[in-house]
């Protein structure tokens, strides 16, 4: 197999290999100390915000230990992303469906197992209702194949359709001894299929605050942010929308593409709305994280249906009416105490009410201060993954 391509220099230099290892390969004297690359497996590389933003996330988690470098296995190429793991030859496939993109994805997978020193599954519904499971069983067997620890973080589980689906990844579950998940009802998926409990981290995003400072437009222009990827949320937004223009309770409408399912039904409801009072912008995700999480902190009130636009305008204090088309959206509202309906068709009246609600209030309540102990967290997981010996020593 040909060496894989990182795109990116470590932010911390390796060191030679001590030639006074121990046979085992589990002592090396304290001053030399060797770089310590854990690849990271996700939903990357589809022009998702979300997930894009959970390899932005680890990449800035990891380079904070020392003697870490992540591999952030086939991200897209923001501009944020500098530790890209691509193998040449089948990047050009990496998105393509069918055979083809499954046998160059998987390849790609692989390369990154045996070339890094530890595999970790990070952020997102990896193993879930929509989650791939032949995608997770050749990660852990690929580990176990190579003798490189496999472990989890920030991830959802469940719920699953079936009674074998359950099974199938109960046993996939089993064989990866860390896991930290992201929300309560994941601690009881894991525990019901496994019989341990494991911890409950929450979203890697709890951590945004304490990695990046946005920068935010002048408080004097009040925004309503609206990122839709839903059709059946189309009646409820306009109803939002009238209210607000007529109720003159912001000065612009900006609406948001945070994927590409999300272009062209938020295009429809721009074009749908017809304002009276207010001005209407349009905002595509393209190539840069930190750019859309500039515009979401700069917003009054943020209406999406997509969690990570909810998540990380809740961790600036950014008022949210997040519609649950998924459990994973009203476990976030749950778990943190949110008000807004959590059915996953409210009635537009509700929806309205609580926006209105939200607008009126007139200032941003603080509420959100705890990113800093998540990101200590974070890295004392990623750093302990990295730090697991084996038999073959480190690599």
């Known amino acids: 197999m ?3 391509e990182t795109e990116a220099p470590s932010a911390v230099a390796s060191s030679p290999r001590s030639a006074r290892e121990s046979q085992h390969g589990d002592v090396r004297p304290a001053s030399i100390r060797r770089e310590t690359r854990i690849a990271f497996f996700g939903f990357y590389g589809r022009h998702n915000f979300g997930d894009d933003l959970f390899g ?5 988690i990891s380079v904070r230990a020392p003697g870490i470098r992540p591999l952030i296995v086939g991200a897209s190429p923001a501009q944020e992303l500098t530790h890209r793991f691509h193998l040449p030859l089948a990047r050009a496939l990496w998105g393509r469906p069918g055979a083809m993109g499954a046998a160059a994805r998987s390849v790609t997978y692989v390369a990154a197992v045996m070339r890094a020193r ?6 997102g519904s990896l193993f879930g209702a929509h989650a791939s499971l032949p995608f997770a069983k050749l990660i852990v067997n690929v580990g176990r194949r190579f003798n490189r620890p496999v472990a989890a973080l920030g991830v959802s589980v469940g ?7 359950r099974h199938a990844f109960a046993s996939v579950l089993r064989a990866i001894p860390c896991i930290a998940v992201r929300d309560e009802a994941s601690v009881r998926a894991v525990a019901d299929a496994t019989g341990l409990a494991p911890v409950n981290l929450k979203d890697l995003a709890f951590a945004l605050p304490a990695l990046y400072t946005p920068k935010r437009r002048s408080g004097d222009r009040r925004t ?3 990122s839709i990827h839903l059709r059946q949320y189309m009646d409820a937004v306009l109803a939002i929308l009238t209210k607000v223009d007529s109720q003159r309770l912001v000065d612009e409408v900006l609406f948001v593409s945070l994927d590409d399912e999300s272009v062209a039904v938020t295009g429809d409801i721009a ?3 017809s304002p009276s009072n207010v001005s209407v912008g349009r905002f595509q995700y393209g190539d840069s994280i930190t750019e859309v999480v500039d515009l979401l902190t700069s917003a009054t009130c943020v209406v999406t249906s997509k969690l990570h636009g909810a998540i990380v305008s809740f961790v600036y204090d950014v008022p949210i009416m997040l519609f649950c088309y998924q459990r994973k959206c009203a476990e976030f509202l749950l778990d943190n105490a949110l008000p807004g309906p959590q059915e996953p068709q409210p009635p537009d009246d509700v929806c309205v009410r609580h926006v209105t609600e939200l607008l009126s209030r007139g200032s941003r309540e603080q509420r959100y201060s705890r990113a800093g102990w998540h990101l200590d967290q974070f890295t004392q997981f990623i750093t302990a993954i990295g730090n697991v010996q084996t ?4 690599v």
Request: no cysteine; hydrophobic share 55%; glycine share 10%.
């Open 159 to 165: 719920p699953f359709a079936t009674a074998e689906r």
């Open 271 to 273: 074009r749908l709305f």
């Open 2 to 4: 040909s060496a894989p």
């Open 391 to 394: 038999r073959a020593g480190a």
């Open 56 to 60: 932005y996330l680890l990449q800035s």
């Open 224 to 226: 309503l942010v609206v």
């Open 118 to 123: 530890a595999a970790i599954f990070g952020g």
